[in-house]
């Protein structure tokens, strides 16, 4: 009897409360850096694109909702085209783990919705930002031991020339 | 028959039915902020529109009757519901000249008639639906509200032999010196938790028990039908909220304020405490239910009436 009415005391007193609700389009709630939100392709720190189309993140995508071509240009591979169905997409953020040159990453935005289905299918054009994202500074070409035009084998980052196996000398 | 009569039989149903649609957005906003959060606020000012987008929208729903249903008593068990709480109104009292039959001599009767005839809205609507979780919140309410009606009108008799009479104005008019609340206060705790059983309002509302039954006997309601029931519950907490005011808290008496504000403020207070007791307290367990309805409700109410008498007798012999 007394804690019934201990109950309706103290929940009379939630009327003096702060409310929790964050009232959404007039205020934005916060967003931490790592949210997994609207998915974008980043650039290099000097502009060129990051992806080098290995597959991997529409491998790992749960829900097939990545879909990319390869094509080669100036010695390196790009992605012809670069498709996201985001009407599939789960943002589950497995496309920018598997992606080993940082290309693909989760953004915190998901103010994305739209009224046609189709209008969700986004293009190469549509995902491309013109920075670096998450990792300012890091270049996949400048720290992988592949030669490209401009870069031979051994001048990478952090990289020492390649071993002479015909030479006796140390 | 009078003018202003007239004018309150016109009235009343459009305005207790007003009362109730709007209850439904009053209920959600205080459920809110008792909750810490806003709840609707979006149509209109503060969100007071919501029940009219509400009402639009049910009324476009489509309204099934399932194929395995009684259709007849289907139908019928929602009207009943409507019907029984609107026609309870007709002996409140709103003050001394608005009513439409406050001065009926039996007013106190005919509203526990009437409620009793509202059990068979849900009872008909659990059985009529044919489907099991109907059937078994049907079940409950009957089991629920016949035991708990039966000390709901043992709980009254003790105003009844204070005031000395069934009429709710000769009820409201003998508490000129004390509010009944005092010295009826067993009877006022037994009639709230009747009240609150026979409106089968949370925490008392396991013929609804939506955890365990869906949405109880109502499950296989639709559309304006649905609405109705849930029209008629809110109709229902206005209307044991205004007998609370009357057979308890004075009715439209009070100072300074007129008569009509007097008796909006009482029921207006009970009401809120009505969505408090949603707002705190869980569900009971059906067993736990009875048991507090027989054993501990029922006794309290029969001591009640005893104790009243008793008093009430040496008082006229002294």
Known sequence: MLDTLRTLFLTALHAFHRRATVQYPEQKPY?????????????????????????LCAVACPVDCISLQKTEADGRWYPEYFRINFSRCIFCGFCEEACPTYAIQ???DFEMGEYARPNLVYEKEDLLISGSGKYPGYSFYHVAGIPVPGKARGTSE???????LHSLLP | MTYPALAT?????????????????????????????????RVGPGGMFQAVADGT??????????????????????????????LSFAVIPVTMGVGIAGDMNVGLLFILGMMGLGVYAVVLAGWASNSKYAL???????????????FMGLSLL???????????????????????IIPQCLGFGVFMLAGIAQTHRLPFDLPEGENELGAGFHTEYSGMKFGMFFIAEYAGIVLVSSLVTTLYLGGWRGPFLPPAVWFALKTGGMV?????????????????????????????????????????????SL
């Open chain 2, 9 to 41: 039989i016109i009235l009343m149903p459009p305005v207790v039915l007003g009362l109730a649609t709007v209850l439904t957005w009053v209920e959600r906003r205080l459920l809110g902020l008792w909750q810490d959060r806003y709840g609707p606020n």
């Open chain 1, 106 to 108: 989760l953004t915190p």
């Open chain 1, 31 to 55: 967003l931490p850096p790592r949210y997994r939100g609207r998915i974008i392709l980043s650039r290099d720190p000097d502009g060129a694109e990051r992806c080098v189309a290995c597959n």
């Open chain 2, 57 to 86: 929208k049910i009324l476009f729903k489509q309204d099934w009757i399932p194929p395995f249903a009684d259709r007849a008593v289907f139908v019928l068990a929602p009207v009943i519901g409507m019907m029984t709480v609107l």
């Open chain 1, 158 to 164: 952090r990289e020492r020339p390649p071993v002479d």
């Open chain 2, 158 to 180: 003790g105003v009844v032999m204070m005031a000395g009479s069934f009429n709710l104005h000769d009820i409201v008019a003998a508490q000129a010196g004390l509010w009944f």
């Open chain 2, 272 to 316: 809120v405490f009505f969505i408090l007791l949603r707002a705190a307290l869980p569900r009971p367990r059906y067993d736990r239910l009875m048991a507090l309805g027989w054993k501990v409700l029922l006794p309290l109410s029969l001591f009640n009436v005893m104790a009243t008498g008793t008093i009430l007798m040496l008082r006229a």
């Open chain 2, 136 to 150: 078994l919140g049907g079940m409950r309410a009957a089991a629920q509200m016949v035991s708990y009606e039966a």
